[in-house]
């Protein structure tokens, strides 16, 4: 079983910057695809970032694409999510999930179905 727990969220105005960290239980964490997703009040959870085990692949969702950086760091179990240049649409509750298994194609790590564990989730709040 893995335990994530997620912090850095909070009330921002539009520019500014946050980070999200994601803290994971488990010995095995070097080897999990690890991904960050979000959730508007009212839609579906959807795909923001996604990094493989070593950090040599990344994807991110069009929307944020040039303002947010995933990122991770093995030795201290822990995925982050650097956004800046924020904007009132970024607003909602963020995820981070781990997927223990590999993936037969890295993009299959966009899909919400495909990991095995979830943290609580952060809110982050943009005001205009």
């Known amino acids: 079983q893995v335990q994530l727990v997620e912090s850095g969220g909070g009330l921002v105005q539009a520019g500014d910057s946050l980070r999200l960290s994601c803290a994971a239980s488990?010995?095995?964490?070097?080897?999990?695809?690890m991904g960050w997703f979000r959730q508007a009040p009212g839609k579906e959870r959807e795909f923001v970032a996604v990094?493989?085990?070593?950090?040599?692949?990344?994807i991110y969702t069009d929307s944020v694409k040039g303002r947010f950086t995933i990122s991770r760091d093995n030795a201290k179990n822990t995925v982050y999510l650097e956004m800046n240049s924020l904007k009132p649409e970024d607003t909602a509750v963020y995820y981070c999930?781990?997927?223990?298994?590999?993936?037969?194609?890295?993009?299959?790590?966009?899909?919400?179905?495909?990991?095995?564990?979830w943290g609580q989730g952060a809110q982050v709040t943009v005001s205009s």
């Open positions: 990094i493989s085990w070593s950090a040599g692949s990344t």
């Open positions: 488990g010995r095995t964490f070097s080897s999990y695809v």
């Open positions: 999930a781990a997927r223990s298994q590999r993936v037969p194609s890295f993009s299959i790590a966009t899909i919400p179905s495909e990991y095995d564990f």
